[in-house]
T-cell receptor
Framework: QKEVEQNSGPLSVPEGAIASLNCTYSDRGSQSFFWYRQYSGKSPELIMFIYSNGDKEDGRFTAQLNKASQYVSLLIRDSQPSDSATYLC??????????FGGGTRVLVKP | DVKVTQSSRYLVKRTGEKVFLECVQDMDHENMFWYRQDPGLGLRLIYFSYDVKMKEKGDIPEGYSVSREKKERFSLILESASTNQTSMYLCATHRGQTDTQYFGPGTRLTVL
């Protein structure tokens, strides 16, 4: 079993709809959780981080964390074609190490 | 803004060559990381460093070594390049526990 599991996709959503991305992790010591967006041929860039159970909202993005279930999700509201990218989930355990999931590819269709 | 630079965007080397990939950051961050990224395998940690002259093995250190003589510079060394080391190499820097990692633009290495 992989340490960080994400559905590889592609997740196809119409423009204006909500994209829902899921991530499960195996390390119960994980304390902070990062979501990165990566456009094709580019390096990852941070879009959200969360470290407390519950929801965190930032603009059109909402991260949801449930440590008991070892589950973190990302919602993208009012999806735009510019949101088409691969989204990487990365729990952070002790020692500042991130473990990355394989990413979910999102396609937003106009 | 944090700036992380990598010495080359594209690099082509031959099997058996010694390869140096350089990463430089301008934000005085203690932590620096080297990853490789391959289709279907995601980002995998090769080596990381918490301080000058300190290094720790990541998940896939075989065939690689690193050097950190100055705080701002972290080098990845392929002692004898092989074709299975063809990949995208990403450097990242990190300040502390709840801070994000900042990535460089990446070096796409092809070993022939």
């Amino acid at each position: 079993q992989k340490e960080v599991e994400q559905n590889s996709g592609p997740l196809s959503v119409p423009e204006g709809a909500i994209a829902s991305l899921n991530c499960t992790y195996s390390d119960r010591g994980s304390q902070s959780f990062f979501w990165y967006r990566q456009y094709s041929g580019k390096s990852p860039e941070l879009i959200m981080f969360i470290y407390s159970n519950g929801d965190k909202e930032d603009g059109r993005f909402t991260a949801q964390l449930n440590k008991a279930s070892q589950y973190v999700s990302l919602l993208i509201r009012d999806s735009q074609p510019s949101d088409s990218a691969t989204y990487l989930c990365a729990p952070q355990a002790a020692g500042n190490k991130l473990t990355f999931g394989g990413g979910t590819r999102v396609l937003v269709k106009p | 803004d944090v700036k992380v630079t990598q010495s080359s965007r594209y690099l082509v080397k031959r099997t058996g060559e010694k390869v140096f990939l350089e990463c430089v950051q301008d934000m005085d961050h203690e932590n620096m990381f080297w990853y490789r990224q391959d289709p279907g395998l995601g980002l995998r940690l090769i080596y990381f460093s918490y301080d000058v002259k300190m290094k720790e093995k990541g998940d896939i250190p075989e065939g690689y070594s690193v050097s950190r003589e100055k705080k701002e510079r972290f080098s990845l060394i392929l002692e004898s390049a092989s074709t299975n080391q063809t990949s995208m190499y990403l450097c990242a820097t990190h300040r502390g526990q709840t801070d994000t990692q900042y990535f460089g633009p990446g070096t796409r290495l092809t070993v022939l």
